[in-house]
Every structure is written in structure tokens, then in C-alpha cells.
């Protein structure tokens, strides 16, 4: 297949609110993703960082304890995702509506969103102090108790690489420039250091917060570094160790899940879905490293990620069950081997049309698409799912019990 080609339209309808802008930055970082990593060499200029707390590499993992799950009495999660707007807004309704009408039992909510807004109201101190908390969501609280009314498993999503908002406000957490701006990338969003000890602590102090409001699992997103990181690595000022990027980003999971641990919620991430078919050592993401320090694992495994040769499919928008079938095979494949350590496979899932392919490379996505993707990951023993659409418009009518 035309791999060039294939990076580009896997690229297109991938999580973000920003759609159009989105796509674009996630297009470079797959293209990138796809070559060797280059390991950045010590700036002069910058210090080098202390490790995170209980930060450990893959050596120490003979260490670690069988895997359990927090949740054993956890529903088979069958989600949407949710916007702070839409949480704190008229629309809120209608999903609660879908949710008590059908199968559906979980909502995916924005607590810390795609520019690094916190989204709601926090007495925090130090989270008021790095971030720059706004009322999208009026009263969280209410939100919460509305929720566990209608009988919603609750899922925090945190956005935490890409964060612009922490990025401007502490540029020495960030990437900067020879010229001392911080960096953007083409969308003019900035990302923070992952090798940086206060953006792991930050992050998961957001996630402690959701989990004292009520929330039953912390989905991290963005837990990567930025698009083509791997061209301008010896080039940008910041603080690192010598621990590789994929060894950076799978400690920070690690740090995370440990700092979790005792609150009894779920750690689960979102990943590229073609890791599990090809490397994508250049933004730090080891599908296997990342999965085995998890409770979920959540592939965005949108078949208009795809394009043509992909699990031998010409056309794969167009074949939502082949594709779907395909990239959960691949999965299985690369996660089977972790036994214990194997966590719920949990995919984002499409649920709108992805007209930017152009004609003959996209059709119309409603209840038989829908459907179609279900059934290849029950035909795989895949039990739980989310649905993606960046409007939080879903379509009526589906079986998802199929």
C-alpha cells in the first residue's frame, strides 16, 4: 500500500474537539511515528531532570505484582464521549436520554480538555495556580450526582502532553525555541515535557481530584510527545534524562497507575490503533509498554484511519467489519503475550461519516456501520467500546448488543 498515503487518511477523524486542527498535527505525528526514533542529545542550555517520583524503567518490572483489577464489579463499558460543553449544556439531556433508552451505560467526560483547560470549577490551590480552571461545566457536582441518577459509569478524560495552557504559563515545563518562544506546532497548540517530574504530578492531581468528585476510571489522553518530536529532538531546550522517549512515556503510565492505585479507580489510556501494527517510537508510544501498565487500553481504531491495503481491505471506510475485524487481530496479537498483565481492550469506535476522504473512499455512517463494528469486535472477543463523534451527536436506533 501507499504507506504515505495510508499515515495521512489514518490521520483524519481522530480524537480531538478541534477537528479540523486535529487532524492535521495528528497527520504529521503518524508520518513520524513511522521513523526510527532519534534520542534528543543534552542541550547546554538546559538542566537535566530528576526523575519522577517512583518512576521505574523495564528493568524493575520483575519487581511488580500480578495485575487485579480495581473494578471487578465494573460494567461491560459500552460509552460515548462527552464534551465539557455538552456536560455542562442543554445537550446533556439528550445523552442521558440515549443512554437510558439503549445498551449504552458510560460517558467519557473532558475534565482536562484538548488546549489544557481544567473545565470546571477547583478549590485547588495548585491546580488554580498551573492551570487555568473555566466553568464549561457550571456545577460539577450537580453533573456528578445527575449522573449516578441515571445510572452512568463516569469516566474522566485528561488531556495531558498537549497542554498550551500550562505550556505559556511555566515555559520552563515546555519546549522552547533558540529564541526563547515556547514551541507550537502547525495547529499552533503546545505540548509540556514529558520528561518533566511536575507535569506527571500535575496531571495526576487532576485525577485524584476527579476521582474524589466520583469518577470510577481516569482516562489519559495525548500521553505522547508532540508530532514529528523526533526532527527537532536536539534542537529545542528542555529538561531530560537519558531515558528514551518510549521508556519516558510508559514510566509516566506507570507513575500514574501507582499514584491511582490506592483510590480504587481504573487507569486506562488512549493510543494510536495502528500501534499495534506498526512502531511509533518517534512520539514515545510502545503499544505493549503502555498497555501492560494499564487497567484499560482504548485504540482509536476508526476504520477512516485507513486506507487502502490495510488488513487487505481496499476500502476501508467503506468495509467498517473487515477493518475493525483487522486491526483487533493485530491487537490481540501484540497484548496476548502479557497474560496477566493484558488489560480490558476497550476501543474508540466511529460513529460519524468521514466525508474528507472524497467520493469512493467514505460512505454515510449510521446504524449498519455502527453495527457492523460491534459485531467484528464481539466476533473477536471484544465485549466493550466507545463511540466517537467530536459533536456528540449519535446515531438513534442502533443495537449495541449486536
Known amino acids: 500500500m501507499n504507506i504515505t498515503w495510508a499515515l495521512l487518511m489514518m490521520a483524519l477523524g481522530s480524537v480531538g474537539v478541534q477537528q479540523n486542527q486535529h487532524d492535521a498535527e495528528v497527520a504529521i505525528a503518524l508520518k513520524s511515528a513511522m521513523n526510527p526514533p532519534i534520542i534528543a542529545a543534552q542541550n547546554n542550555n538546559s538542566n537535566v531532570a530528576t526523575p519522577a517520583p517512583n518512576a521505574t524503567t523495564e528493568s524493575n518490572d520483575s519487581q511488580s505484582v500480578l495485575h487485579a483489577d480495581p473494578q471487578p464489579d465494573a460494567p461491560k463499558v459500552k460509552g460515548i464521549y462527552v464534551t465539557a460543553y455538552s456536560a455542562g449544556g442543554e445537550r446533556m439531556e439528550k445523552l442521558l436520554s440515549l443512554l437510558d433508552q439503549t445498551e449504552l451505560n458510560s460517558m467519557v467526560i473532558d475534565i482536562k480538555d484538548d488546549a489544557g483547560y481544567i473545565t470546571y470549577k477547583t478549590d485547588n490551590p495548585e491546580l488554580q495556580k498551573l492551570g487555568n480552571p ?21 469516566i474522566a478524560r485528561i488531556v495531558v502532553f498537549k497542554d498550551s495552557i500550562l505550556a505559556k504559563k511555566n515555559p520552563q515545563l515546555s519546549f522552547v525555541n533558540a529564541d526563547g518562544s515556547v514551541w507550537k506546532n502547525k495547529g499552533g497548540d503546545s505540548f509540556v515535557n514529558p520528561y518533566n517530574e511536575d507535569v506527571w504530578k500535575y496531571n495526576v492531581d487532576i485525577a485524584k481530584e476527579a476521582v474524589k468528585l466520583g469518577f470510577k476510571e481516569i482516562q489519559f489522553d495525548y500521553v505522547r510527545f508532540p508530532e514529528g518530536f523526533e526532527k527537532r529532538a536536539d534542537t529545542l531546550k528542555y529538561t531530560k534524562t537519558s531515558d528514551s522517549r518510549v521508556d519516558i512515556i510508559s514510566n509516566f503510565v506507570k507513575y500514574a497507575k501507582a499514584e491511582l492505585a490506592p483510590l480504587g479507580v481504573r ?58 475485524k483487522g486491526s483487533i487481530v493485530d491487537t490481540h496479537k ?64 442502533v443495537d449495541y448488543e449486536k
Open 134 to 154: 473555566q466553568t464549561f461545566i457550571g456545577d460539577i457536582n450537580k453533573l456528578m450526582e445527575r449522573l449516578n441518577k441515571h445510572d452512568v459509569y463516569p
Open 267 to 324: 487507569v486506562s489510556v488512549d493510543i494510536f490503533g495502528y500501534a499495534a501494527s506498526a512502531p511509533a517510537e518517534g512520539i514515545g508510544q510502545d503499544f505493549v509498554k503502555i498497555s501492560k501498565n494499564v487497567d484499560v487500553i482504548s485504540p482509536m481504531i476508526y476504520p477512516s484511519h485507513y486506507s487502502t491495503g490495510w488488513f487487505g481491505v481496499k476500502e476501508p471506510d467503506l468495509d467498517p467489519y473487515a477493518t475493525i
Open 334 to 397: 501484540k497484548l496476548d503475550p502479557l497474560g496477566s498483565y493484558k488489560p480490558v481492550i476497550r476501543p474508540w469506535i466511529q460513529d460519524f461519516t468521514a466525508s474528507w476522504l472524497g467520493k469512493g473512499h467514505y460512505i454515510k455512517y449510521g446504524k449498519k456501520q455502527v453495527e457492523d463494528q460491534i459485531r467484528a469486535l464481539k466476533d473477536e472477543n471484544v465485549e466493550e467500546f466507545l463511540l466517537w463523534n467530536a459533536n456528540n451527536r449519535y446515531t438513534s436506533d
